[in-house]
């Protein structure tokens, strides 16, 4: 849905002016990246993801969120280090960001258990954009 991944750029962008960034956003829909953040003449091409809520049980794994990590329409692609730098998966009104580096994913839906250990280093990680 446009709506929430409008939300969802948004809230990341906010995130990130508060720490300094400055942020830009492509005109149209023909990049990759959703933002670019420049900071001290730093530049990161950003890809943003977000859900509105957990998921409930996926065979006995428990509670967890989901984000699509894929790209096109008919056929879903992987984003790569040519095409983005950084996935931020957000949480819709849950203030919960993860910062992950497009080479650290190799999935095309990253799932993001309550309980689990991975990915969990890079909840709130901002500091990995530097």
């Known amino acids: 849905m446009k709506t929430l991944g409008a939300r969802g750029e948004l809230i990341v962008a906010q995130e990130l002016m508060q720490r300094d960034w ?8 023909n990049c990759h990246y959703d933002l670019i953040a420049e900071k001290s003449h730093h530049f990161c091409r950003i890809q943003i993801k977000c859900t509105e809520k957990i ?4 065979q006995n794994h428990g509670p967890h969120y989901a984000f699509s990590l894929s790209h096109g329409n008919v056929t879903k692609e992987a984003y790569t280090k040519e095409h983005i730098d950084f996935f ?12 992950v580096p497009v080479e650290s994913v190799t ?3 990253l799932k ?13 990680a901002w500091d990995l954009l530097r």
């Not at 942020?23 to 829909?29: H, S």
């Not at 998921?55 to 996926?58: D, E, G, H, R």
Request: proline share 2%; net charge neutral; hydrophobic share 35%.
């Open 22 to 29: 400055n942020v830009a956003f492509p005109f149209g829909d």
């Open 55 to 58: 998921s409930l049980t996926v």
């Open 88 to 99: 931020i998966c957000c949480v819709i009104d849950g203030n919960r960001f993860w910062i």
């Open 107 to 109: 999935t095309k839906t």
């Open 112 to 124: 993001i258990f309550r309980d689990g250990k991975k990915y969990h280093e890079y909840e709130g």
